[in-house]
């Protein structure tokens, strides 16, 4: 074998994972659900294979507790016995959701698989032809692992290419819990030529060669937030000598979250709407194709169907029809919520001439605007009377210079929208 070759590198696969924030499902659909994570797991497994990979590196949370059921681990176990026969080998580190204090039904994995333990880094070596690489290793012991790991990371010296794989927050990210947090400066300084990260479920590259960094992501999206829609997969790494690149990102999950803004203005009736949405839900089958979606949609925008759709259970009927209009499909097509952040159209002209308490406010507003140092200093003022304790006020510091006019625009429309409603009712 020369010294061309490829790895995978994938992370948090949470198999058997509860999906959280989804409205109750059809029984078909939630049956897909639950399969969702096994089946993205058959996928990698399969993905490994038919990219002929060296080896495989998996970086943490394979379980979504402590608490693993036994139907994701025989599924992992068989996964990486087909891995093993096809003389492919897998390193594993378990993170934060699957540390080694957790309860396991495994005594005995396949000769090709190597568990990396919790209390130093281990290293293994894989030779391919005349080419040798170090593969670095630290466990979770248990769930709360506050240590910068990181920090234990030293690449050797003999000309060897060095992996690390590390469970890991780099820089602080607040979207997600601080463990075994690090710096992008500590994996610097264990002089690595590829680091392999988990715990980030949105796959970015934190560095593009010399060295990587990077995140793959999990395998497959478990709720409709942000960092779980979208595609999800794993990333495939070509090595050829000591030179590691490129690093594409390949996906393997089943069921995929995708958000679907609609804009309501210049729709004439809810029809209308629905047609509107059925288009672009259908731009997305397109774009996401052999892939089972769950759609979550929002409403956006102002226009004079606003008020049709909060009158008695219009959006929720609504949703129904748009859920009937998928029944069927295979890949499932879902409309997992419909999500109102729309608004009625103001005649804002029509406001201003007006002589009351909301044409006063807008008159209000036309002077601030005008003045961006009065805007925001009105900003600021109005904030710390409402909110004694400063919350607001703290929070408006880390706005940039746009943001007090920004500010005040969603201020004016929410009292002028809450007021013109009342005065219709």
Sequence with gaps: MSGSFRF???????????FQGI???????AQ??????LQAWDNLVALTLEREAVFLLIVGDIYDGADRGVRAQLRFLAGLKRLDEAGVRTFVVHGNHDPLDGWSAIREWPAGVKVFGPDEVEIETVTIGEQRVRVHGISFATRDTQENLARRFRASADGALNIGLLHTNVGGNAEYASYAPCSLSDLDAARMDYWALGHIHKQQYLREGGPWVAYSGDVQG?????????????LVAEV????IGPVTFEPVD???FVTCAV???GVADVPSLSSRIIDLVDEMRGANAERSLLVRVVLQGRGAIASDLRHGTALDDALGDLRASYDGLDPFVWIESLKDQSRGALDLDALRARDDFNAELLRLYDRLATDPDAGEAFVKTAASKLDSAGQVEKALRGLDAQAPEEVLIEALHVALDGLERKADA
């Design 8 to 18: 995978v590198h994938a992370a948090d696969l949470h198999l058997d994972t509860p």
């Design 23 to 29: 409205a109750r499902p059809a029984p078909g659909v």
């Design 32 to 37: 897909a659900l639950q399969e969702a994570s």
């Design 222 to 234: 478990r709720s409709p937030k942000p960092s779980e829609t979208g595609a999800k997969g794993v």
């Design 240 to 243: 050829s000598g000591s030179t």
């Design 254 to 256: 089943v069921v995929r």
């Design 263 to 265: 804009d309501i203005e």
